[in-house]
């Protein structure tokens, strides 16, 4: 079975310096991925300002604005709250969601993070697909500790055998991330999935790593990812320079996988 996913950073709306909204080019650019499955960070879900200030600011939050005709199911984990709004991580997806669950693992008070999770039901396949869509923090130790409670409330709801994709922003300059998911959960990151022998030359071989995605312009750090376990990747793509980096300052990522069923 055949499936599609992609992740995106979206900069709530606004290109690179907050210097124009594009939150309609936005939408446009994220369907012509056409993924079954869509990741979002930093996805707006109020603005009171925003909406004031742009006349053609989405009256809807920004996850149904994108979702609306191509995506009929959604959810949003609201995240950083303020007096004029809220803002956080988004889950898009073409299957029904069953369950959906938003884990806070805010480590520094000023920097609030969560856990998007939703099990989502695919045709022919006797169990839910796990996606967890996350932002991570800025700051190492905030990482190591909320990559930690990742694969804690990973081993705790999600069963050993079933399909999982763990997917966004993860902040990860120096690809810790990939240690703990790979050894502790055992999970893969798709462009190391999707190119196994990557690397070789002369007899020797040197580790896959993940895409870099930031910034959008000309990528230079591998900040953003899609770690898979169950699945097999038949493609994985980075989506850089324009129009990509003219509508957020980070790089989308997509991949095409499939799913056996049993």
Known sequence: MPISVATWNI???FSQFNR????HELRERLRALDADIVFLQEVQ???LKHAAQHAHWPSAPQHEF???GVWHNSAYGQNMVYDHGHHGNAILSRFPILHEYNQDVTHLRFERRGLLHCAVELPQLNQALHCVCVHLSLFARS???QLDALASYIDAMVMPDAPLLIAGDFNDWRNHAGEILTQRLGLSEIFTSANPNAGQ??????AVRPSRSYPAALPLFRLDRIYQRGLTVTAAHRHAGLPWSSISDHAA??????IAIP
């Open 66 to 68: 994108l979702a609306a």
């Open 45 to 47: 879900g109020l603005h």
């Open 143 to 145: 990482r190591r500790w």
């Open 11 to 13: 900069h709530k709306g």
């Open 253 to 258: 990522l997509s991949a095409k996988l499939q």
């Open 20 to 23: 124009r909204m594009m939150v």
């Open 201 to 206: 030359r002369a007899g020797q071989h040197k």
